[in-house]
């Protein structure tokens, strides 16, 4: 068992002395649950040195080989499953339900996904040359606190089918979930330096993320600090993935059925406390159709009450820091001090819950696209209504905007709502409240990011295609060319 003080470089646990650990806080009451190391610049350099020489054997290993071992990775997440939800909830706030069907489900599904692709790839060739692909190389994968577990495994699992080596930062706020997950890979008899982790904050990041010996660098987080890493990464010209925020749109057209689409509105604002980067938080509806929405958003809403994360029945837990909730207040104030009004929730702390990172589901409205309360990411329970006239404005609306990660249309006539749908400028669209699809890519445009995740997609990225022209029995015209 590794200790609390570690990081893993090379097959080894090694203790990071040079900075004092970071505690890890539970945000429903402020209790301290446990620390983690904060990584020095020479805890990066072990690190990286380790995945590199790793690299070439773990690319030559057979294909069959690199998912025997996620199988068998897979098979160890998913028997501690109630254990890590657990610890999830307790790091980050969401609630237990969620946490066990989201937080341990996206992973486990990301495994089935990404193995199912890797096992199904062949190789491809034109009328002259055989298209191989080489893995990335040592790929630095930096994951957010939002979803833990699942972005870990959304970075690592296809690195490492691809034949990547990784080097893994954790949040700070979340490491704890993390040391299980390196626990297990070591469980699973992964080579040496193929995985290694550190723990730390923006410091060991960007540490991390300049490394020149550090070929790929992919990161989900904020816009700020995505354009931040994508810069640095640009000098070295490394390859990047960056999943990053969002400020979705969810657009009810004039024949959508309100009495299903605002309650399941409310849902897909307001999953995980709103601290989604998909989350669709601006709900367009038709202007003349407004008080009934905000009938229907209210009554909706007050069914989110904030209670004990680890009771099954609770659907809304606190943020994830006293910080976080500063910031979403903030931002609540300024909107209602421009004219925007709560229709339920606000700037105070739920009742009976003033102690901890707490905040109740707000809806606004009376707000406006030029409003920074509808077009910067909130990442809490809040919900801003707009008005449309009409499709054509609906869709202007939506678009509106930096952003491009997700969106959402409900219509009474699916293919009216497909049509909308296919002129969202976003990287993916829910239409009348469909569930998410781990085939499908996932990513965003614009300020959303670059590249995508899950699937055939997801592992594409951890690739670079390399042709081989002239290769036996692919050039047909041998000769006939010079």
Same mark, same amino acid.
């Given at each position: 068992? =590794?200790?609390?003080?570690?990081?893993?470089?090379?097959?080894?646990?090694?203790?990071?002395?040079?900075?004092?650990?970071?505690?890890?806080?539970?945000?429903?009451?402020?209790?301290?649950?446990g620390e983690a190391p904060?990584?020095?610049?020479?805890?990066?350099?072990?690190?990286?040195?380790?995945?590199?020489?790793?690299?070439?054997?773990?690319?030559? /290993?057979?294909?069959?080989?690199?998912?025997?071992?996620?199988?068998?990775?897979?098979?160890? *997440?998913?028997?501690?499953?109630?254990? *890590?939800?657990?610890?999830?909830?307790?790091?980050?706030?969401?609630?237990?339900?969620?946490?066990?069907?989201?937080?341990?489900?996206?992973? *486990?599904?990301?495994?089935?996904?990404?193995?199912?692709?890797?096992?199904?790839?062949?190789?491809?060739?034109?009328?002259?040359?055989?298209? *191989?692909?080489?893995?990335?190389?040592?790929?630095?994968?930096? /994951?957010?606190?939002?979803?833990? +577990?699942?972005?870990?495994?959304?970075?690592?699992?296809? %690195?490492?089918?691809?034949?990547?080596?990784?080097?893994?930062?954790?949040?700070?706020? /979340?490491? +704890?979930?993390?040391?299980?997950? =390196?626990?297990?890979?070591e469980g699973c008899g992964?080579?040496?330096?193929?995985?290694?982790?550190l723990f730390g904050a923006?410091?060991?990041? =960007?540490?991390?993320?300049?490394?020149?010996?550090?070929?790929?660098?992919?990161?989900?987080?904020?816009?700020?600090?995505?354009?931040?890493?994508?810069?640095?990464?640009?000098?070295?010209?490394?390859?990047?993935?960056?999943?990053?925020?969002?400020?979705?749109?969810?657009?009810?057209?004039?024949?959508?059925?309100?009495?299903?689409?605002?309650?399941?509105?409310?849902?897909?604002?307001?999953?995980?406390?709103?601290?989604?980067?998909?989350?669709? /938080?601006?709900? #367009?509806?038709?202007?003349?159709?407004?008080? =009934?929405?905000?009938?229907?958003?209210?009554?909706?809403?007050?069914?989110?009450?904030? $209670?004990?994360?680890?009771?099954?029945?609770?659907? +809304?837990?606190?943020?994830?820091?006293?910080?976080?909730?500063?910031?979403? %207040?903030?931002?609540?104030?300024?909107?209602?001090?421009?004219?925007?009004?709560?229709?339920?929730?606000?700037?105070?702390?739920?009742?009976?819950?003033?102690?901890?990172?707490?905040?109740?589901?707000?809806?606004?409205?009376?707000?406006?696209?030029?409003?920074?309360?509808?077009?910067?990411?909130?990442?809490?329970?809040?919900?801003?209504?707009?008005?449309?006239?009409?499709?054509?404005?609906?869709?202007?609306?939506?678009?509106?905007?930096?952003?491009?990660?997700?969106?959402?249309?409900?219509? %009474?006539?699916?293919?009216?709502?497909?049509?909308?749908?296919?002129?969202?400028?976003?990287?993916?669209?829910?239409?009348?409240?469909?569930?998410?699809?781990?085939?499908?890519?996932?990513?965003?445009?614009?300020?959303?990011? #670059?590249?995508?995740?899950?699937?055939?997609?997801?592992?594409?990225?951890?690739?670079?295609?390399?042709?081989?022209? $002239?290769?036996?029995?692919?050039?047909?015209?041998?000769?006939?060319?010079?």
């Amino acid at each position: 068992m =590794a200790d609390a003080r570690t990081y893993l470089a090379g097959g080894a646990w090694i203790e990071a002395t040079a900075n004092p650990p970071i505690p890890v806080v539970n945000p429903a009451n402020g209790a301290v649950i446990g620390e983690a190391p904060c990584c020095t610049a020479d805890d990066v350099d072990r690190a990286v040195a380790a995945a590199r020489a790793a690299l070439p054997g773990w690319a030559a /290993t057979p294909v069959a080989d690199r998912l025997a071992r996620l199988s068998a990775l897979r098979e160890a *997440l998913a028997a501690r499953g109630d254990e *890590l939800a657990l610890l999830i909830t307790r790091q980050m706030g969401t609630p237990i339900g969620f946490s066990r069907a989201a937080q341990i489900g996206l992973p *486990l599904r990301t495994f089935d996904v990404t193995i199912a692709a890797m096992a199904a790839l062949e190789e491809e060739r034109t009328a002259r040359s055989r298209i *191989l692909r080489d893995p990335a190389g040592v790929v630095a994968a930096i /994951t957010p606190w939002n979803f833990p +577990l699942h972005q870990i495994a959304a970075k690592v699992v296809p %690195a490492l089918a691809a034949g990547c080596t990784v080097v893994l930062k954790p949040s700070e706020i /979340t490491p +704890l979930d993390a040391r299980i997950f =390196a626990e297990l890979v070591e469980g699973c008899g992964f080579p040496a330096g193929v995985f290694n982790m550190l723990f730390g904050a923006a410091e060991t990041g =960007a540490a991390l993320v300049a490394h020149p010996q550090v070929d790929m660098v992919s990161f989900t987080g904020s816009t700020a600090a995505g354009r931040h890493i994508g810069a640095q990464a640009g000098r070295d010209l490394k390859k990047v993935a960056l999943e990053l925020g969002g400020k979705s749109a969810n657009i009810l057209l004039d024949d959508a059925d309100l009495s299903v689409a605002v309650p399941q509105a409310i849902g897909q604002c307001f999953v995980n406390g709103g601290q989604t980067c998909a989350a669709l /938080t601006r709900l #367009i509806v038709p202007r003349a159709k407004r008080a =009934a929405v905000e009938a229907l958003a209210v009554e909706a809403a007050a069914r989110w009450r904030p $209670g004990d994360p680890e009771q099954p029945a609770t659907r +809304l837990g606190p943020l994830s820091s006293l910080r976080q909730r500063e910031r979403v %207040a903030a931002m609540v104030a300024r909107a209602l001090e421009g004219g925007a009004t709560a229709l339920i929730g606000g700037t105070a702390a739920p009742e009976g819950f003033e102690k901890g990172a707490w905040f109740a589901a707000t809806v606004l409205s009376g707000v406006t696209p030029a409003m920074e309360i509808a077009r910067e990411e909130v990442f809490g329970p809040v919900l801003v209504i707009l008005d449309h006239d009409g499709e054509e404005d609906a869709i202007a609306i939506a678009n509106d905007s930096a952003y491009g990660l997700s969106g959402g249309v409900w219509s %009474a006539d699916p293919a009216r709502a497909e049509r909308v749908a296919a002129r969202l400028r976003t990287g993916q669209v829910m239409i009348n409240g469909a569930m998410l699809d781990m085939e499908a890519p996932f990513g965003g445009v614009g300020q959303s990011g #670059i590249g995508r995740e899950y699937g055939r997609y997801g592992l594409e990225e951890y690739f670079n295609l390399k042709a081989i022209t $002239g290769a036996a029995a692919a050039d047909q015209d041998r000769g006939s060319n010079g």
